[in-house]
């Protein structure tokens, strides 16, 4: 089997701007789902609001119990039944939120539930508002807890971008895909692709984890 790795080489510039892509829909996939995950985690935390509590939990139950593709083709393909039409990159970076804030809902969830209850005591006593007592008391600890947690996730988002493909987004898997149609080395170019995927993965890993041991080094320290 004779095989062409001149190919892939020779474009490489391209397969390495696919990856940028893909590491900048990462980007904002992440921000957007952490922030509508701690939301939804916090009302799925406090049962006392039972209608917050109720709708989160459907949420939840209903985007991590279907497949995400689904769920991007509903958004892509569905809605324009209803005369919504939205642009790929829209329904793309609409769709990995909307699954991963499920996810990252649980996780911030896990984090709250980990905070003691002498802690909401305490900060309610120094006369903070609610809104404070969770942003500055318990949110940063939670955090904390659940960081090396969301590392994971943010890999599994940057994997998840590959299926923005579908949706013709020039992300890493489609720019392998487009060359693959023109020249038909498609172990050479999907073996390029798999190897750039892991090495963008190790070196987020390791980013995050500096970062996670420069930012809550009570809990990294011990880790070294």
């Known amino acids: 089997m004779f095989l ?18 893909s ?4 980007l904002i996939v ?7 995950g701690t939301i939804i985690g916090f009302l799925r935390y406090n049962k006392k609001n039972k209608a917050g509590y109720r709708i989160s939990t459907v ?5 991590r119990n279907t497949p995400m ?30 699954n991963n804030s499920a996810y990252i ?13 002498g802690q909401w005591e305490a900060a309610n006593c120094l006369g903070l508002k609610p809104v ?7 949110f940063p600890q939670a955090l904390r807890n659940v960081f090396p947690s969301l590392i994971n996730q943010f890999i599994m988002i940057l994997f998840g971008t590959s299926l923005l493909s579908v949706l013709d987004i020039k992300d890493l898997t489609q720019v392998a ?28 890993s390791k980013v995050l984890r500096v970062i996670n041991v420069k930012f809550f080094p009570s809990i990294s320290g011990d880790r070294r």
């Open 4 to 21: 062409d790795w001149w190919t892939p080489i020779e474009n490489l510039p391209l397969l390495l701007r696919g990856a940028l892509v």
């Open 105 to 117: 809902a649980e996780i911030i969830r896990a984090g709250i539930q980990s905070i003691s209850k």
């Open 177 to 204: 895909s487009i060359l693959n149609s023109q020249n038909f080395r498609t172990l050479e170019l999907f073996t390029f692709a798999i190897a750039i995927y892991y090495v963008m993965s190790v070196i987020c």
């Open 59 to 63: 949420y939840v139950e209903l985007i």
């Open 30 to 36: 992440f921000a957007l789902s952490v922030f509508f």
């Open 23 to 26: 590491i900048e829909l990462t």
């Open 69 to 98: 593709l689904v769920q991007i083709f509903f958004l892509y393909f569905g809605l324009p039944q209803f005369k919504i039409y939205l642009p790929a990159i829209v329904a793309g970076i609409m769709g990995l939120t909307i």
């Open 132 to 138: 404070n007592v969770f942003l500055d008391v318990i």
